[in-house]
């Protein structure tokens, strides 16, 4: 079964640091594209970046450039967003999703981020 | 980027009822359109890709139309297990960007 599973989530204060894991089973990692995905407290779903298949390029809502990080691990079979300068506004679920077309997501991973 | 604009942003509707919620993309997309239900607490689940292909698993009850900018989804007699809210996304580029989202309420 395919499956995804977001852990790292937490409450830090402004300024500071998380990294997220994505762990995926029933499929490889790198075989596709894979994406992060959030949502604030009552909003919608937001974009935030995403890594393709071939290559492992990177990219970037501008909400996140310069501060998010995307990665994965073949070996872990596992993705990674590594979020450094955390905002207030970057309080959220954060998903991960499967594919271009989000087929399969995870359960998400809390981030709070207050003062 | 493109915009999704999704409509209407909420309704309400019977149990039996037929639901079709709307989707426009600022510029054309080609099919690379998706549809996603998402209940309260919950992580989207995926009903739909490609504008009109069913998910596995996914009751054909749901389907989604369109092409280039204007999408549909419909849901042919509605349950109490649909209300719930609905979102639609584009990949056809980056960034990849969804609608405002469609809920779905009981009458």
């Known amino acids: 079964e395919v499956q995804l599973l977001e852990s790292g989530g937490g409450v830090v204060q402004p300024g500071g640091s998380l990294r997220l894991s994505c762990a995926a089973s029933g499929f490889t990692v790198s075989d596709f594209a894979m994406n992060w995905v959030r949502q604030a407290p009552g909003k919608g779903l937001e974009w935030v970046s995403g890594i393709s298949d071939s290559g492992g390029r990177t990219k970037y809502a501008d909400s996140a450039k310069g501060r998010f990080t995307m990665s994965r691990d073949k070996s872990k079979n596992t993705l990674y967003l590594q979020m450094n300068s955390l905002r207030v506004e970057d309080t959220a679920v954060y998903y991960c999703?499967?594919?271009?077309?989000?087929?399969?997501w995870g359960q998400g991973t809390t981030v709070t981020v207050f003062s | 980027d493109i915009q999704m604009t999704q409509s209407p942003p909420s309704l309400s509707a019977s149990v039996g009822d037929r639901v079709t919620i709307t989707c426009r993309a600022s510029?054309?997309?080609?099919?690379?359109l998706a549809w996603f239900q998402q209940k309260p607490g919950k992580a989207p689940k995926s009903l739909i890709y490609?504008?009109?292909t069913l998910q596995s698993g996914v009751p054909s009850k749901f389907s989604g139309s369109g092409s280039g900018t204007d999408f549909t989804l419909t849901i042919s007699s509605l349950q109490p297990e649909d209300f719930a809210t609905y979102y639609c996304?584009?990949?056809?580029?980056?960034?990849?960007?969804f609608g405002g989202g469609t809920k779905v309420e009981i009458k």
């Open positions: 999703a499967k594919g271009s077309s989000g087929d399969v």
């Open positions: 510029q054309g997309i080609s099919q690379f």
């Open positions: 490609a504008a009109s």
């Open positions: 996304q584009q990949y056809n580029s980056y960034p990849l960007t």
